[in-house]
């Protein structure tokens, strides 16, 4: 069954998003001062709360109303209600355009899609490009394959973040694959291979895990797992996927 006959389970808010973060970093610190913290490559991708800017502001809304009008396409809800809550710092050029040095989520004015940013790297994949069937591709949660991927999404996917310090460890937005309810399949993408999930929403649920949590890789997690974290208070219904 592909995504787009699924629901997302995303009935949140912006003030969701808001008690969601600040129990994620007052976690994080948490468990960074208890010595259980992951290495580099698990540095926050959240690493600063409250916003500098605190609030829904009209500003923030026309940002992102920009944001689409020049993208040509509507962003998912759940993206939207996290800037709205978190507000992204500008990452340094330097850092967005060689990533040696930035890690979190760019700012509205420099998200952009894949093509545009990382010319080169899209023309090294489409080199050699993998179309995973629909049977692989259309599997989330536990089950998924991390290399089953599509080269022909990775043109117009929207690179709103990295999670790592290299330009192959992007947070994507995948605006042709959606929900029936608007949500965009959402990437954590790194060298060898991809993590997918259903909404943006999800992929930060399980982020939340990662950086939060004693693990020792990068997600999926089970939903148990997901659960037993700052996403208890960020719910989604009727989870389908494990």
């Known amino acids: 069954m592909s995504l787009t006959e699924r629901q997302s389970g995303y009935k949140l808010n912006v003030e969701s998003w808001r008690n969601f973060l600040s129990c994620w970093h007052s976690s994080e610190s948490s468990f960074k001062k208890k010595g259980q913290s992951s290495d580099e490559f698990y540095s926050s991708v959240i690493p600063k709360w409250p916003p500098l800017v605190n609030g829904d502001t009209r500003e923030?809304?026309?940002?992102?109303?920009?944001?689409?009008?020049?993208?040509?396409?509507?962003?998912?809800?759940?993206?939207?209600?996290?800037?709205?809550?978190?507000?992204?710092?500008?990452?340094?050029?330097?850092?967005?355009?060689?990533?040696?040095?930035?890690?979190?989520?760019f700012s509205i004015p420099q998200v952009?899609?894949?093509?545009?940013?990382?010319?080169n790297l899209l023309?090294?994949?489409?080199?050699?490009?993998?179309?995973?069937?629909?049977?692989?591709?259309?599997?989330?949660?536990?089950?998924?394959?991390?290399?089953?991927?599509?080269?022909?999404?990775?043109?117009n996917a929207i690179v709103i973040g990295k999670h790592?310090?290299?330009?192959?460890?992007?947070?994507?937005?995948?605006?042709?694959?959606?929900?029936?309810?608007?949500?965009?399949?959402?990437?954590?993408?790194?060298?060898?291979?991809?993590?997918?999930?259903?909404s943006f929403a999800e992929l930060m649920r399980q982020l939340s895990v990662l950086h939060t949590m004693p693990v020792d890789q990068l997600p999926p997690y089970a939903q148990a797992s997901v659960f037993n974290t700052c996403a208890r208070s960020f719910p989604l219904e009727n989870v389908w996927w494990e």
């Open 60 to 105: 923030q809304r026309r940002a992102i109303e920009k944001l689409e009008r020049s993208l040509g396409v509507p962003l998912p809800k759940s993206y939207k209600d996290f800037l709205l809550a978190y507000h992204p710092e500008d990452l340094s050029p330097f850092d967005v355009n060689h990533g040696d040095v930035g890690i979190g989520f």
């Open 112 to 119: 952009d899609r894949f093509s545009e940013l990382f010319p």
């Open 123 to 155: 023309a090294l994949y489409e080199q050699v490009p993998i179309e995973s069937s629909d049977t692989e591709y259309f599997t989330y949660g536990t089950e998924q394959n991390d290399v089953s991927m599509r080269t022909s999404y990775l043109r």
């Open 164 to 198: 790592g310090t290299s330009n192959y460890e992007l947070i994507l937005l995948h605006p042709q694959v959606r929900t029936a309810d608007g949500e965009a399949e959402a990437v954590l993408r790194y060298h060898s291979g991809q993590f997918r999930a259903p």
